[in-house]
T-cell receptor, first 113, second 111 residues
């Protein structure tokens, strides 16, 4: 069955370290998204991609980067982790840029000490 | 500024009764709205959607109502079941652009 997976599911890191969160989807969806979920803020968009080699900044992109070298993967990198980046991170994908439903991965819980 | 707002962080309802979850938005350009349901330690899952050309969409026990003049949508769950206990997010989008999510409402259905 097609799916969207995230790894790791839990991560503890130290301030200043570089961290990469993986997202892999097997639906052959063009669009992929990264969100963070924080209490009182709901889901906020970090970065998104509408296809290979395409990346765009979302609402809260500072301190994060993404790259899209193939259809299936959109890794999210925290260049220098900060305590403010402690959060739950969700990856999502959708087929195209019309009113397509986004399908979410199970999430990665990141703790920055 | 939060463009999509869910002003009730939590809601408790007796099993069998109606649950009404509310969502307000500020941007009149939004033309598509969705509700997602989220269980603990899982990703959000799509529940129901509505286009701005409609004012109601039903799917089984779930109905979404859209009032464009008031920039308000609501999700009705009838009858509510204990398995409906989850966090519900509303989302709004204008075609071809990103989704904007509300802050979520935690629904508890009491058996």
């Amino acid at each position: 069955d097609a799916e969207i997976t995230q790894s790791p599911r839990h991560k503890i890191t130290e301030t200043g370290r570089q961290v990469t969160l993986a997202c892999h989807q097997t639906w052959n969806h063009n669009n992929m998204f990264w969100y963070r979920q924080d209490l009182g803020h709901g889901l906020r968009l970090i970065h998104y991609s509408y296809g290979v080699q395409d990346t765009n900044k979302g609402e809260v992109s500072d301190g994060y980067s993404v790259s899209r070298s193939n259809t299936e993967d959109l890794p999210l990198t925290l260049e220098s982790a900060a305590s403010s980046q402690t959060s739950v991170y969700f990856c999502a994908s959708s087929l195209d840029t019309s009113q397509e439903t986004q399908y979410f991965g199970p999430g990665t819980r990141l703790l920055v000490l | 500024d939060q463009q999509v707002k869910q002003n009730s962080p939590s809601l408790s309802v007796q099993e069998g009764r109606i649950s009404i979850l509310n969502c307000d938005y500020t941007n009149s350009m939004f033309d598509y709205f969705l509700w997602y349901k989220k269980y603990p330690a899982e990703g959000p899952t799509f529940l129901i959607s509505i286009s701005s050309i409609k004012d109601k969409n039903e799917d089984g026990r779930f109905t979404v109502f859209l009032n464009k003049s008031a920039k308000h949508l609501s999700l009705h769950i009838v009858p509510s079941q204990p398995g409906d206990s989850a966090v519900y997010f509303c989302a709004a989008v204008f075609t071809g652009n990103q989704f904007y999510f509300g802050t979520g409402t935690s629904l508890t259905v009491i058996p």
